[in-house]
C-alpha cells in the first residue's frame, strides 16, 4: 500500500492557467506539508497544515493555496501559473507529538510541473 | 533565519569504504534530526532519526550528534555504489512552536566500483 500519494505524476501547462495537485496519505498522520523542490533540489517548505493550524511560509506567493477537505488529503491549488512555478512539488506527512516537534517525515513521490 | 548547511559535494567514495557526510545547523534549540537519501528522480527517503546527543546505528548507517557544536553527521560502511545518491539533512527547530523540519541542500554521494 502506498503510504504518501500524489497525482498526478506530471503536469504541463501554459502560463495563466489554473492548475491543483491532489495528495493523499493513510498513515493517519496529523500533519501534512507541501514542499518544492527547484533545479538545484533544494527543498522548500511551503506549507504545513494540521486539522488545527495551516502555517504559511511568507515567501509563498498567494497564487497557491492548500486545501483540505479531510485529516488523509492536502491538496495544491496554484493560480496563474507562471514559469518559474515549474519543480516538482512534494507532499508529506508526519505525526506530531503533544507539545512536541513531530515524527520523521514521509513523502510522497512528487508531481513534476512543466510551464510553458 | 534558522538555517541547516552540507557541503554540496560531489563526495567521492570507493566502493567498501566509509562515506562521512556532515551537516551543521543554526538553532540551538532544535531536537529532532533526520537523515534521508534521495536518488535521481525520486522522493526523499527516511533513513535515520536522532534525538539525543551520541550515535545511533541502524545497519551500515550510524548518525552522530553533537549539540554542543551544533553538528549532525551520517557515516556509511562498506559503502555500495547503490549508496550513491543525495542525502539531505533536516533539523526541527526547538523554537517557535511551528516544528517544521528545515532541509539542508543536500551532499552528492559517489561510490565508484
Known amino acids: 500500500d502506498t503510504a504518501v500519494s500524489q497525482t498526478p505524476k506530471y503536469l504541463v501547462t501554459q502560463m495563466g492557467n489554473d492548475k491543483s495537485i491532489k495528495c493523499e496519505q493513510n498513515l493517519g498522520h496529523d500533519t501534512m506539508y507541501w514542499y518544492k523542490q527547484d533545479s538545484k533540489k533544494f527543498l522548500k517548505i511551503m506549507f504545513s497544515y494540521n486539522n488545527k493550524e495551516l502555517i504559511i511560509n511568507e515567501t509563498v506567493p498567494n497564487r497557491f493555496s492548500p486545501k483540505s477537505p479531510d485529516k488523509a488529503h492536502l491538496n495544491l491549488h496554484i493560480n496563474s501559473l507562471e514559469l518559474g512555478d515549474s519543480a516538482v512539488y512534494f507532499c508529506?506527512?508526519?505525526?506530531?507529538?503533544?507539545?512536541?516537534?513531530?515524527?520523521?517525515?514521509?513523502f510522497g513521490p512528487g508531481t513534476r510541473l512543466t510551464v510553458t | 533565519q534558522k538555517e541547516v548547511e552540507q557541503n554540496s559535494g560531489p563526495l567521492s567514495v570507493p566502493e567498501g569504504a566509509i562515506a562521512s557526510l556532515n551537516c551543521t545547523y543554526s538553532d540551538r534549540g532544535s531536537q529532532s534530526f533526520f537523515w534521508y537519501r534521495q536518488y535521481s528522480g525520486k522522493s526523499p527517503e527516511l533513513i535515520m532519526s536522532i534525538y539525543s546527543n551520541g550515535d545511533k546505528e541502524d545497519g551500515r548507517f550510524t548518525a552522530q550528534l553533537n549539540k554542543a557544536s551544533q553538528y549532525v553527521s551520517l557515516l556509511i560502511r562498506d559503502s555500495q555504489p547503490s549508496d550513491s545518491a543525495t542525502y539531505l539533512c533536516?533539523?526541527?527547530?526547538?523554537?517557535?512552536?511551528?516544528?517544521?523540519?528545515?532541509f539542508g541542500r543536500g551532499t552528492s554521494l559517489i561510490v565508484h566500483p
Open positions: 533536516a533539523g526541527v527547530p526547538g523554537t517557535g512552536g511551528s516544528y517544521i523540519p528545515t
Open positions: 508529506a506527512s508526519s505525526q506530531k507529538k503533544a507539545g512536541g516537534p513531530p515524527y520523521e517525515q514521509y
